[in-house]
């Protein structure tokens, strides 16, 4: 699922994610800053869901740490837990409230 950002405060750096339908695609080409989900394994073997930033424009890593992201499910801020992919798939975020449920 593709979540679209809305930014919260005047520096756009607070960022609350939507639920929508959008596929990869649209949410690539319509939004300018977006999560995706994606599952992982941790060590113990047990799947934990995280939260991938993606830009529609390039961002350094810098610029991409700048952001304070709400959970699409609980509303907490998310954590960063992974580094950037390249200049538009961003850093890998979790929610540390979501994970102990």
Request: with cysteine; charged share 25%; aromatic share 10%.
């Amino acid at each position: 699922m593709n979540y679209p950002l809305m930014k919260m405060n005047k520096e756009g750096t607070l960022l609350r994610p939507q639920h929508t339908y959008y596929s990869d695609e649209y949410a690539h080409a319509m939004c300018d800053l977006h999560l995706s989900d994606v599952v992982i394994k941790d060590e113990k073997g047990k799947l934990k869901k995280r939260y991938r930033l993606h830009a529609k424009y390039p961002h350094t890593i810098e610029g991409a740490m700048a952001y304070n992201i709400l959970c699409p499910k609980c509303h907490r801020h998310l954590k960063q837990v992974g580094r950037s992919l390249s200049y538009h798939d961003l850093s890998l975020y979790a929610c540390p409230f979501c994970d102990k449920i």
